[in-house]
């Protein structure tokens, strides 16, 4: 070992990049999956984080219904089911409860008392315990009710401060509450609190504690929450009301792991499918659940195929580093042999030198790799293998340099032998057959497929390949044009170029610009599928959507500041389609949506959103029904039923003709799921008259307008739509709701699995260019000897500095082109090929990827290829500098 520690030291300078080039490898090994899982943790808690509160509460519930209260406590006992429910779930789901709540109330009751006299109030309340209410609240006034009331006593209150000022109540108001069924009870509000932090998840319940219903019309009471002890609900109780329990669980992205996200999916739906006896169970957990898992799945896929380039980028480098050593050492191994060594004397020296560097850097790599931020198992055994392949990467080059001593290695004029012909036709063959069966076969949900992660790598080498075999022809003949030119740099650079025969050098070129060339293009389409997917949700600067809203809401939207344009839209689903007399057509329910079509385009406009409004939606009104635009579905049917030419549709309660005029699969403002739609040009309807189409929904144009303002404008309009009468007794419209562009398309873009997605594209882009440029440096190296020789043959005949410097632009510059305009067109069309099995929709909120021709990615390989060139004339001119032109010529000779 003492021979090879000094060998080592020897050339130092070849160790060195093999060390680091097998730390890197491994580092990436153990680095990425760590940094994956943790970026895929992360992502899962700001995911669930950002849900609604539905979204992550599972609730067990009973009826409403009287209870026995003859057998002593009711409220009390139940409140002990919380721990008993939570332990009888599955154990992933009982491991990602966060917070719990337990709540039991009464129906509602009608208050009276000379508090609410005194404003003429009307009001009902519902009767709640609370369990840790005292925890989560400041009280402002009084104490909290009594656990415990003696006969004759009336039922202690608190009431939340905002609640107790809209019904001008405070500590010591008497009330009398009596509910349907229920003997009138006697009530005391004993104390007035504040929450100590309104978000707490104890204040989501509905109807909310914290504030007062207002009436949804004349007539109409207010509805509140009193909140009361035990007692107070086993007086109820005991009076034969119907009370309600619930047990609320919330689950949060802190105690659930990704690994686990599969059984508390199952968890869920098994306790939805199997509630616990006399209980409903209530949920939306596992839907949001499973859209973060398809994308997670999806982003995995996508980093694996990123992945399997950048470390197969990796392995040719390596492969590069070893044999440009074994060249370098291409005599000594032959004197080994001269002298009376075996065959194999070379491979085993270089192997014993191989094992004091690259097992100790793939070592060190392992421990960077480490302390990485994540947590990932399982990598072991590929550690492992990167480890020893690195190490016998030496040797197996020591091996194969010893096997053909001798001869040019620069030539791709000969007749490639037999083997090279085989070898090339076998990749060719496997890239082909794994493409086919890729097609053919598809992938298994939620797994990293072997067969997708080698396609990228096969088509790559494959394009590679071929261009080597096809790129010597067009320089020849260029070769030809430029010796009747004057001047010898021209015919020097081509001739040198045609005959140049860097082939694994330019395979790991084209490997890693096809890997990052793949992230680019990739990236591109989600982004721009991101932003298709937003617009067809708000195709303007803000979309104002409501129940109802007054006609008028429009001018008001306009006149706040920021505003340009309002546009009213109307939107309906589950609605029939007649025939033109009127009679149901039999056809399944369908969504509507009344639009005015040049006050869409110029909302889009105003917003610099790209929408195609077609010109069938622009008309103005003709005789006859109006034109509309169908889903293919839709239009499918009524063709079937004879009604494309005629049909009818009722809108809020009048009745619209209709004729097909045209189909898509999607347009704005319709839900993305929806494939029955009728899209109709609201100004070329009929004149509405006094019952005419009511607008549910606005397009704001505009910008630095209040979202609030927005809100409130909304509002004010359903409020004045339902004072014109037109709201049933007792329905309460939801708030208006503002959704920006902006928000719709940031929505998309965060949180989730795009932080692993972002990582993936990043690395893999920035891996593939930067060991791409290595590769290149690598190429320069390979041949650096033989022009070396020309180089100093030539510089005794006159040539110049700067004539060496051409010469040699002349020479790279068309393997450099070929190289990376081979990999940019592989890596832009291997998501042409890949997408239908990458499941990249999940990154688009369901939306397709559609893969396009991007600019930028030419810029980006002309810049790459200026940075190549000047790289590689760096990297000669310190190599003849290392070795001066002489010692090159000599060396050449004794050779």
Not at 325 to 353: D, H, K, N, W, Y
Not at 494 to 506: D, F
Not at 587 to 597: I, P, T
Not at 685 to 714: E, I, K, S, Y
Request: hydrophobic share 50%; proline share 7%.
């Amino acid at each position: 070992m003492t021979g090879a520690a000094r060998r080592v030291r020897a050339f130092g300078g070849q160790f060195l990049l093999l060390g680091v080039l097998a730390l890197v490898a491994v580092l990436l090994v153990t680095g990425i999956p760590r940094v994956a899982d943790g970026l895929a943790q992360q992502g899962l808690r700001e995911y669930i984080a950002g849900r609604p509160v539905a979204e992550r509460d599972l609730t067990l519930s009973t009826a409403e219904e009287p209870v026995d209260g003859s057998q002593g406590p009711v409220s009390a006992a139940r409140g002990r089911d919380l721990d008993a429910f939570q332990a009888g779930m599955p154990p992933p789901v009982r491991n990602a409860v966060d917070s719990r709540w337990y709540v039991a109330e009464t129906a509602f009751g009608g208050l009276t008392g000379p508090d609410l006299a005194a404003k003429n109030l009307f009001v009902v309340s519902r009767l709640r315990a609370m369990h840790g209410i005292a925890e989560a609240a400041t009280l402002v006034e009084g104490r909290w009710p009594a656990e415990a009331t003696g006969p004759g006593r009336p039922v202690e209150v608190a009431l939340a401060a905002d609640t107790a000022q809209k019904v001008n109540l405070r500590a010591g108001s008497r009330l009398g509450w009596a509910g349907e069924g229920t003997a009138p009870l006697s009530l005391l509000v004993v104390g007035v609190f504040e929450p100590t932090r309104p978000a707490d998840g104890i204040w989501d319940t509905l109807p909310p504690v914290l504030r007062v219903t207002e009436p949804a019309g004349d007539g109409e009471p207010y509805e509140m929450v009193a909140v009361t002890g035990d007692a107070g609900l086993d007086a109820v109780a005991a009076t034969g009301g119907p009370v309600r329990f619930s047990w609320r669980y919330r689950l949060a992205g802190d105690g659930m792991d990704v690994a686990d996200l599969r059984g508390v999916i199952d968890g869920v739906r098994l306790l939805l499918r199997e509630p616990p006896a006399g209980l409903n169970v209530t949920q939306a957990v596992d839907v949001p659940l499973q859209q973060f898992l398809d994308a997670l799945s999806a982003a995995r896929t996508l980093l694996a195929v990123i992945a399997a380039g950048v470390l197969a980028t990796l392995a040719g480098l390596i492969g590069l580093a070893a044999r440009l050593a074994a060249r370098r050492r291409e005599t000594e191994f032959a004197l080994l042999v001269a002298r009376g060594g075996a065959p194999t004397s070379g491979a085993l020296r270089s192997l014993a030198e191989s094992l004091l560097v690259v097992p100790p850097a793939a070592a060190l790599g392992w421990l960077l790799g480490r302390l990485l931020p994540g947590s990932g198992g399982g990598t072991g055994w590929l550690v492992l293998a990167t480890a020893t392949l690195a190490t016998l990467a030496l040797p197996l080059a020591a091996l194969a340099v010893s096997a053909v001593p001798g001869g040019r290695r620069d030539l791709v004029s000969a007749r490639p032998g037999v083997r090279r012909l085989t070898v090339e036709l076998l990749v060719v063959a496997l890239a082909v057959l794994a493409v086919v069966l890729l097609r053919r076969r598809g992938l298994t949900p939620g797994s990293v497929d072997p067969l997708l992660t080698s396609v990228p790598v096969l088509l790559a080498v494959a394009a590679a390949v071929l261009a080597l075999r096809l790129y010597p022809w067009p320089l020849r003949l260029l070769s030809r044009v430029a010796a009747r030119l004057r001047g010898s740099v021209t015919f020097l650079g081509t001739a040198q170029a045609s005959r140049s025969a860097a082939t694994a050098p330019v395979v790991v070129v084209v490997v890693a610009i096809a890997t990052a060339a793949f992230c680019a293009v990739v990236a591109t389409g989600i982004e721009t599928g991101r932003d298709r997917t937003a617009t067809l949700a708000v195709p303007a600067s803000a979309l104002v959507d409501g129940e109802r809203l007054a006609p008028d809401t429009g001018a008001a939207l306009r006149e706040l500041p920021g505003v340009r344009r309002a546009t009213p839209i109307v939107r309906d689903t589950a609605l029939r389609i007649a025939d033109p007399r009127g009679a149901d057509a039999g056809l399944a329910a369908v969504s509507v949506l009344l639009v005015n079509g040049p006050g869409l385009a110029e909302a889009a406009r105003d917003a610099g959103l790209a929408v195609s409004v077609p010109p069938l939606l622009r008309g103005d009104p003709a005789p006859g029904p109006a034109p509309a635009l169908v889903s293919p579905a839709l239009a499918a049917d009524l063709a079937r039923k004879g009604l494309d030419s005629s049909a009818l549709v009722s809108v809020q309660g009048r009745g619209y003709p209709f004729r097909v005029a045209g189909t898509a699969e999607d347009f704005p403002l319709v839900p993305p799921a929806t494939d029955r739609f009728v899209v109709l040009p609201w100004q070329a309807l009929p004149a509405p008259g006094p019952t005419g189409p009511v607008p549910t929904a606005f397009l704001v144009a505009g910008d630095g307008f209040d979202v609030q303002a927005l809100r409130q404008a909304g509002d004010e309009g359903q409020r004045r739509y339902q004072t014109g009468g037109a709201v049933v007794a007792g329905e309460r419209p939801r708030g208006a709701e503002v959704t920006t562009w902006r928000d719709a398309r940031d929505s998309l873009g965060g949180g989730g699995a795009n932080g692993l997605l972002v990582f993936g594209f990043a690395a893999g882009a920035a891996g593939g260019a930067v060991l791409g440029l290595l590769a290149i440096a690598f190429a320069v190296l390979a041949g650096a000897r033989a022009r070396g020789q020309v180089l100093s043959r030539l510089r005794t005949l006159g040539l110049s500095r700067r004539q060496w410097r051409a010469l040699l632009l002349v020479e790279l510059t068309p393997l450099v082109a070929v190289a990376l305009l081979t990999g940019a067109v592989t890596g832009a069309l291997l998501p042409l090929l890949l997408t239908p099995a990458l499941g990249l929709a999940a990154f688009t909120g369901g939306a397709p990827v559609r893969v396009a021709f991007s600019p930028g990615l030419v810029g980006a390989v002309l810049v790459v290829g200026a940075v190549a060139l000047a790289l590689a004339v760096t990297v000669e001119t310190l190599n003849n500098r290392r070795l001066r032109l002489g010692e090159v010529l000599r060396l050449g000779e004794e050779s």
